[in-house]
Structure formats: structure tokens, C-alpha cells
């Protein structure tokens, strides 16, 4: 681990940012990482990381300068044009073939930033299938963590320099020019959907036929990018297809997918495979051919480990299960399905004995370990004993971790007749005892009874004592019993007052001729009355918790956004404005909106409340 990893200060810095940005940047490539802070430090005049947390603190608008830093959201159309031409005449033909005339076709554009390449594949594939049909099939989803670069890609409007790597035919078919700026036709921009998306928190997005991921991995670590490329393969269709940036490189080892054309950077998804192809892929990565003999080799060695008596389970480096004999199977209830699952997503990775951290010490240390007796418990009256060996699987020449198997070695028989003889050489052992002790008990049995006359006097005066106490407690547990019921006709009234009040308010909000939206400081809705359900056609169970400008009404709500938080911050006291809006009925009305803050009895601002009134018609 390098000096910049071990920086505890910096990963205090990170810490922070994750706790109150959300931005989790701990998979990132330590150097990199480092070298982008020092970059944005030393234009603000701080040497420090402790003093640039400080900073931080003090000035919330720099967490924007550093993100956008850190995150270098570079972007162009088109940007590579052999690569996006052997996309059009290469893939997408390949995806629209293999899917029916009614089947959607799916695409993620991953790390999107502010959306260029996400309208660039979309233009490929109106392209293709014409815009009715792209419009009825298409989907396609961009994601970035910058919510400002997600901001401007909904927007869908661009400057003439943005879009001079457009071929002119295309920018005068899906572009409109609007004051010297170019938009995005409705046409195709309707079936592309920005979101945020974290690829190493948030789970991926299924059933792609095409991932788009440029430049954006080769900025973490090898562990995280092992991580998103699992997800990736989780996401994908069965051969679906995965697009990479000039700048990254699938590892050579890595099977989930295998490349279309290499120099493109364009790979696709390998669905699940035996054993006997990996071992195939194993033996051809290592020399340029496999001779026709090893194929009959591996067979046998399939054959051989299927019906070997003692179950054996063997995991890749990492951590999916690759094979399971017939034995394991049978044993553990497995099928063929949970071939290729992570090995820690199956019971046996817990059950009967956690496997979990032997496997990664095994996986470290590159040596074997035995566990010894571990107990099955099948039934309440009966019990299964095994020997758990796991041993690494190593290629001696190049000196690589290949996988690890698991060999499960029952000794139950064994386990017994050790019981057994432990359990004679008790009972033995205590018949012996017994014996010395039944002459001691005859000797002392006078005496007990002797003493015994003296207990049962002192037992009477305890019992006497024992009484006095319980009707003590009888007494304090009836005061109890009262100021419990005292309490809860308590509890009953003040939830009485509380139902009355809600109920009151309900009324006053339904009363109301205008539209009421309250906003929490994240601009997420709290409530929202009849009259705007009444306007712009959501419930309220169909809007809460979402933010503003995620609804898809006829209100403008763009134009309000910066308002609202100048609101928020305390820089403005309220805002009105009239804005021209679609009502749920599609009629154009002129909308009045005032927006004031949502203060508590000390002047602290929880949020904003919004009035929203149709204009009257002159």
C-alpha cells in the first residue's frame, strides 16, 4: 500500500466528503485521486488536507470546484469516430437482428457526464431503425454522480462548438437552432432518461443490450473496477455488448467477457459456462493452440471429478463458484443453476461452518487449511461430521491463484466410535467414583438427617420472611399499575389533540384555492394538497419524497430551481413569478407561483412552501 493510501488525513478528508456529499471516492486510485486534491488545494492557497477539510466546512459552494476536479466530466459527440463508426456498421446491427420486431432495445451510457455520448448512440439508432421505430423501442439510460452535468444533459442544448464533430446532415435532422444554440429533438430525446448512479454503490441497471462506459473505470483501483465489471456483467443481456474508452483495458484473465474487437475497445458478455471451458480458455491463453488429446483429457477429468465420493466444490479467484461434483450437490442441496454464483451468496459459504474468512486467508496466504469435526446438524436427532479441507489451486509456472477447491471429507463414523469409547471410559470412571461414594454417603447420611430437623425450622422463618416480601411487592407493583394507567390516558389524550390538529390542517390545505407544495431543504416533497393534484394531474402518494424537478408536469419547474435555493440558503425572503404551464387537461394557463420559506419558531429554515394559482382569464 502505498504512502498516499496509508495518509490517514486524506482519508479523513474523504470521509467527509462521503458523510456529507454523498460521494463515496474511496475506490479510487489513490494517486490519481491525490493528485487532483493537491491540484484544486493549491488553487484556493492550502497545504494541508486537515486545513482543507476545514475550508470545506466553511465555503460549501468549493465541494462543486472539487468534484468537478476530481471527476473531469470530458465529453464530446462522436468523440473517437472510427470506434462510434464500427458501433453503427458493427454492433448495432448485430443487436436490432437478434431482437424481434417488438422487442426493446436497451442501452446504458454510464458515467454520461453532461450527455454527449448518450445522444450520440441515440442518434445511431434512430438512425438505424427510423425514428418511429426507435421512439416506440428505444430506451436509453444516462447516469453520472454529477448531478449539475446531469443537469445540463436533460437540458438537451448545446452551442455550435459542442457539435462540431456532428456531421452536418445529422445536426440539421435531430437538432433545432433556437437563439444561436442547438436543441435536441423531442423525438429522441423522449426515450433517453438521465438518473444519478453510483457504479460501485448503487445496483446496476438490467437487461442492457449495450453498455457504454468510456474513460470513466480506468480512475479506480483493481479491486473496485473488478467490482463494476461484475456489475456490468450482471447487467448485460446475454451476449450483449460492452463499449470501453481508448484509455482502458479489460484484464486479459478476466473471463466474464471476451473482446469483439479489441482495438475498438468493444467486448462482449460471456454467458455462464462449465468448467470445461474455462479450463479450455485456460490452456488456450497460455499457448496459441490446444492439442486434440488434452480436449479428451479434460474430459476425463470432468468424469472423474463428477462421481468422486467425497464432495468437492471449487471457486475461481474471484469467489464464484465454478464447479460442484454430484456428491456436493446431493449434499448441500445445490443445483446447476448456482454454478457461477458468488460463493458467498450460497448457504454453504455459512452453513455448517462459515467459510467465508478461511477462504480469503487461503486466498492470501496461498496455503491449505483444514478444519476438523465441524458439526452438520440435518435434524433435531441427528448429526453429520466432516473435515473441511481448502486448498489453493496454483499455477506453478506463472506462480497465479487459479481458484480454490473445497473437499468436504466426512467422518461422522469416526466422529461416533470416538464418542463412544470417550463415553465408556466416563461411565467407567464414574461407576468407579460412585462406588468410593456410596460408603462416604452412608457415613454422613446421619448426620444430614440430624441437621435436616434444623433446616426445615430455619425454612419456616424464611418462608414466613418470604411472604411479608411478596405482599410488599403487591403493593408496589399496584402503585405501578396505577401510574402506568395514568400515563396512558395521558398518551390518549395528547394523541387525541395531535389527530385533531392533522385533521385541521388537512382541512385548511384542502380548503385552499390555490395549489400548496412544501419542500424540504433537498427540494423534495412533503405535501401536496387537492388543488395541485387538481392541476397537474399526480397524487400526492405519486410525488412524495421525489424532488421537484424530477415531475413531469406542465409547470416549467427549471426556472424555480434557483429561486428555491436562494430561498434555502437565506439569500431571498420569497419569490413570485408567472409562468406560462400545460394543466392536466393540456389547456395553457398562466400559473402565479409564490414561494416563501418554511421557518421553525427560531428562524431556521426547514424548507420552502410553494402557492401555485391559475390566472384568471381577462
Known amino acids: 500500500m502505498s504512502t498516499t493510501e496509508q495518509n490517514p488525513d486524506l482519508e479523513n478528508l474523504l470521509e467527509y466528503i462521503k458523510r456529507n456529499r454523498g460521494f463515496d471516492f474511496s475506490g479510487y486510485k489513490r494517486a490519481s485521486l491525490t493528485r487532483r486534491i493537491r491540484k484544486r488545494m493549491q488553487s484556493i492557497g492550502v497545504e494541508s488536507y486537515s486545513d482543507y477539510l476545514d475550508y470545506l466546512e466553511v465555503h460549501p459552494d468549493e465541494f462543486v470546484e472539487l468534484f468537478n476536479t476530481i471527476l473531469i466530466n470530458v465529453t464530446t459527440f462522436f468523440r473517437d469516430p ?14 436490432i437482428a437478434s431482437k424481434q420486431a417488438t422487442t426493446a432495445v436497451r442501452v446504458w451510457s454510464a458515467g454520461c457526464a453532461s450527455g454527449e455520448e448518450t445522444y450520440t448512440i441515440a442518434i445511431l439508432l434512430a438512425e438505424a431503425l427510423g425514428i418511429e421505430e426507435y421512439t416506440a423501442r428505444v430506451k436509453v439510460f444516462g447516469t453520472d454522480v454529477d448531478v449539475d452535468a446531469l443537469n445540463y444533459a436533460r437540458q438537451a442544448n448545446y452551442n455550435s462548438k459542442e457539435l462540431q464533430s456532428v456531421p452536418p446532415e445529422l445536426v440539421d435532422k435531430y437538432f433545432e437552432q433556437v437563439n444561436g444554440r442547438y436543441l435536441v429533438q423531442k423525438e429522441l430525446r423522449r426515450s433517453v432518461i438521465f438518473g444519478r448512479h453510483d457504479l460501485v454503490q448503487d445496483a446496476p441497471i438490467s437487461k442492457i443490450d449495450l453498455l457504454i462506459c468510456r474513460n470513466a473505470i480506468m480512475y479506480f483501483n483493481t479491486e ?46 460471456v454467458g455462464n459456462r462449465s468448467m470445461r471451458d474455462l479450463l479450455l480458455n485456460t490452456v488456450h491463453s497460455r499457448s496459441q493452440g490446444i492439442i486434440p488429446e488434452m480436449v479428451d483429457k479434460l474430459g476425463i477429468y470432468d468424469t472423474s471429478f463428477e462421481v468422486d465420493l467425497l464432495a468437492q466444490i471449487v471457486v475461481d479467484s ?13 449434499l448441500f442441496n445445490l443445483n446447476l443453476k448456482d454454478i457461477d454464483r458468488p460463493f458467498q451468496d450460497l448457504e454453504i459459504s455459512y452453513r455448517p461452518v462459515d467459510l467465508r474468512s478461511p477462504i480469503d486467508q487461503v486466498r492470501s496466504n496461498r496455503r491449505a487449511i483444514s478444519l476438523k469435526d465441524v458439526e452438520w446438524s440435518i435434524a433435531q436427532s441427528a448429526s453429520r461430521y466432516f473435515d473441511v479441507q481448502i486448498t489453493p489451486l496454483l499455477d506453478e509456472n506463472i506462480d497465479e491463484l487459479l481458484g480454490i477447491k473445497i473437499t468436504f471429507t466426512e467422518v461422522t463414523r469416526f466422529k461416533q466410535l470416538q464418542q463412544d469409547l470417550v463415553h ?5 470412571e464414574t461407576a468407579y467414583e460412585e462406588l468410593q461414594s456410596t460408603n462416604e454417603e452412608l457415613e454422613t447420611t446421619n448426620e444430614e438427617l440430624q441437621s435436616t430437623v434444623e433446616e426445615l425450622e430455619t425454612t419456616n422463618e424464611e418462608l414466613q420472611s418470604t411472604n411479608e416480601e411478596l405482599e410488599t411487592m403487591n403493593e408496589e407493583l399496584q402503585s ?17 389533540e395531535l389527530n385533531q390538529v392533522n385533521t385541521f390542517l388537512e382541512s385548511i390545505l384542502t380548503s385552499l384555492r390555490a395549489g400548496v407544495v412544501v419542500l424540504s431543504r433537498d427540494l423534495q416533497i412533503l405535501i401536496w394538497n387537492r388543488k395541485a393534484e387538481d392541476m397537474w394531474g399526480l397524487r400526492f402518494d405519486e410525488v412524495f419524497s421525489k424532488q421537484l424537478i424530477s415531475l413531469d408536469i406542465g409547470l416549467p419547474i427549471e426556472r424555480l430551481i434557483q429561486p428555491l435555493r436562494a430561498i434555502i440558503t437565506g439569500e431571498s425572503e420569497n419569490y413570485e413569478v408567472v409562468l406560462n404551464a400545460i394543466n392536466r387537461r393540456g389547456r395553457a394557463i ?8 418554511l421557518q421553525t419558531s427560531g428562524s431556521h429554515i426547514q424548507g420552502v412552501i410553494l402557492l401555485m394559482e391559475q390566472q384568471q382569464e381577462e
Open 224 to 269: 473496485t473496477q473488478a467490482k463494476i465489471l461484475a456489475r456490468f456483467h450482471f447487467a448485460l443481456n446475454n451476449n450483449g455488448f460492452l463499449f470501453l474508452g481508448k484509455a482502458e483495458m479489460l484484464f486479459s484473465r478476466n473471463h466474464s467477457y471476451t473482446p469483439v474487437d479489441l482495438r475498438q475497445r468493444v467486448f462482449t458478455k
Open 480 to 496: 405501578t399499575n396505577e401510574e402506568l394507567q395514568t400515563m396512558n390516558e395521558e398518551l390518549r389524550q395528547r394523541s387525541d
Open 82 to 95: 472510427q470506434a462510434w463508426e464500427y458501433i453503427a456498421s458493427g454492433i448495432i446491427p448485430q443487436i
Open 318 to 330: 474471484n469467489g464464484i463458484v465454478i464447479l460442484a461434483n454430484a456428491e456436493a450437490r446431493n
Open 424 to 428: 465408556a471410559n466416563q461411565e467407567l
Open 590 to 597: 398562466g400559473c402565479e407561483v409564490i414561494c416563501t420559506p
